[in-house]
């Protein structure tokens, strides 16, 4: 398995490091003038890290929200109708 990939620099596409043309547009990749882009792979490690970090952030935000939504919704009040104003403001009234 080789750790690298090329870059066509014609099309962008990634090959394999023992290709000597490109799989998509047959660019020579050893070519001296157009040279392909050669990139490290990323472990598998560095894949992991990456979907995790991701996801706590997604927990983190989801999480957020929700305190956020529930701050905007306790009115601190133990009544769980909107009617107790109408009630006092009506009940002041002769």
Sequence with gaps: MSDYI??????????????????RCGHWMLSTT?????VKK??????IIGIVA????GIVIFGTLLVVV????????????GDTRAAVSQ????
């Design 54 to 57: 991701i996801c706590f952030g």
């Design 6 to 23: 090329y870059i066509c620099p014609a099309c962008r596409t990634h090959n394999d490091q023992s290709a000597n043309n490109c799989i």
């Design 34 to 38: 157009y040279p392909p882009i050669i």
């Design 91 to 94: 009940s002041g009234k002769k």
């Design 70 to 81: 529930f701050l905007s919704t306790f009115d601190g009040s133990s009544s769980t109708n």
């Design 42 to 47: 990323k472990s598998s490690a560095a894949k």
